[in-house]
């Protein structure tokens, strides 16, 4: 199984403040997914193969990375990005990160 | 409009069987390329896949619960089903499901929510 560790735990970030969340797995794999959740609400997906802004996703977000390493980032953090982001792989059995919480300062 | 409805027993004691079911729309587990998954999530807590069941009924187990589980589905009407033998108190949990289409997990449920408890 591909153990996927995502950093920082929790975060809070500043209006304007750029966000990075880091996502490393145990092994290779060819793409990340991530997903947002907002508290009482069900998954959403908001990046795909690694880089790909899914549906209605605002351009302030980005993804990037290849092999074990992998990142999401906020260009400029918004009230309404407060939410936890998980990282997701599919090359193997499938596994999700622990998840980032990302709060609003 | 693709929509996703799970539905279950609340409530349930150690050592049942769980019995889940996705009712869908939008679209048809018998379209090439397209399949259901099953996402379970305790209170507080991360994201743990369970199953995916795809459009020829192919069908992928989490190693870690596959002697436990069991995924089919029912393309006339529309459903998609899940059950976990055998249940204790760590089977405790919102349960999704979620459409794939090209390796995402695209549209999910609302969630339903399972408690196992004596």
């Known amino acids: 199984e591909i153990v996927l560790t995502q950093s920082p735990t929790t975060m809070a970030a500043s209006p304007g403040e750029k966000v990075t969340i880091t996502c490393r797995a145990s092994?290779?794999?060819?793409?990340m997914y991530w997903y947002q959740q907002k508290s009482g609400a069900s998954p959403k997906p908001w990046i795909y193969?690694?880089?790909k802004l899914a549906s209605g996703v605002p351009d302030r977000f980005s993804g990037s990375g290849s092999g074990t390493s992998y990142s999401f980032t906020i260009s400029s953090m918004e009230t309404e990005d407060a939410a936890t982001y998980y990282c997701h792989q599919w090359s193997s059995t499938l596994t999700f990160g622990s998840g980032t919480k990302l709060e609003i300062k | 409009q693709v929509t996703l409805k799970e539905s279950g027993p609340g409530i349930l004691q150690p050592s049942q069987t769980l019995s889940l079911t996705c009712t869908f729309s939008g679209f048809s587990l018998s379209t090439y390329g397209m399949g259901v998954g099953w996402i379970r999530q305790p209170s507080g807590k991360g994201l743990e896949w369970l199953a995916n069941i795809w459009w020829d009924d192919d069908k992928y187990y989490n190693p870690s619960l596959k002697n436990r589980l069991t995924i089919s589905k029912d393309t006339s009407n529309n459903q998609a089903f899940l059950k976990i033998t055998n249940v204790d108190t760590a089977d405790t949990a919102t349960y999704y499901c979620?459409?794939?289409?090209?390796?995402?997990?695209?549209?999910w449920g609302q969630g339903v929510m399972v408690t196992v408890s004596s």
């Open positions: 979620a459409r794939i289409l090209s390796l995402r997990f695209d549209y």
């Open positions: 092994s290779s794999v060819s793409y």
């Open positions: 193969e690694t880089s």
